[in-house]
């Protein structure tokens, strides 16, 4: 094991959905999630131990799942079907996390570091993932790109890849 120092300094910043699936570890099968393998969202991760994440159906695979019309506030006229596709097609959470199990990866293949994420969810838009959560992370291309591996279930694994977003800077930082 090593320092999570380096990992903690992979993870800070915003990163997008490269893809995200839902397999059987017993036959391999690809297992149908509530969202296509290309969902939209993101996750941002602070250098001060947080995270929030916001997944939601694809807004040009899966247009039928995102009601455009929807604004906020919600107008009286809005019908309860069309945001009942807003609640169950998109979940967002956030809340403190920690590294454990850090290696430092090999230099072959640009590999970087790799462990288990812990955390706990303080808030999300589904209550029953307020709490605690565990994955295994491992960081590939000097950190550009990195891959998520959690169990959910006895025979299911949720695997899911990030790329690394642009920093932005929006004022002087001097």
């Excluded at 991760?45 to 995270?51: A, D, E, F």
């Amino acid at each position: 094991m090593v320092s999570p120092k380096n990992a903690l300094e992979c993870f800070v910043g915003a990163w997008g959905f490269l893809n995200a699936t839902l397999v059987n570890t017993t036959t391999g099968e690809l297992l149908p999630d509530w969202h296509n393998p290309y969902p939209s969202g993101m996750s941002l991760w602070t250098p001060n131990g947080y995270n929030a994440l916001i997944v939601t159906a694809n807004d040009t695979t899966e247009p039928e799942k995102r009601p455009m019309e929807l604004t906020q506030p919600a107008s009286p006229s809005d019908p309860d079907s069309r945001w009942a596709l807003v609640g169950k097609y998109s979940i967002a959470g956030g809340g403190p996390f920690r590294l454990s199990n850090v290696t430092d990866g090999s230099r072959k293949d640009r590999e970087g570091p790799a462990g288990t994420v812990t955390g706990t969810f303080l808030t999300a838009t589904l209550p029953s993932r307020i709490g605690p959560y565990t994955f295994t992370f491992k960081f590939y291309d000097h950190c550009k790109v990195w891959n998520l591996r959690q169990r959910v279930g006895d025979d299911k694994l949720r695997v899911a890849w990030y790329y690394k977003l642009p920093d932005i800077y929006v004022g002087n930082t001097a």
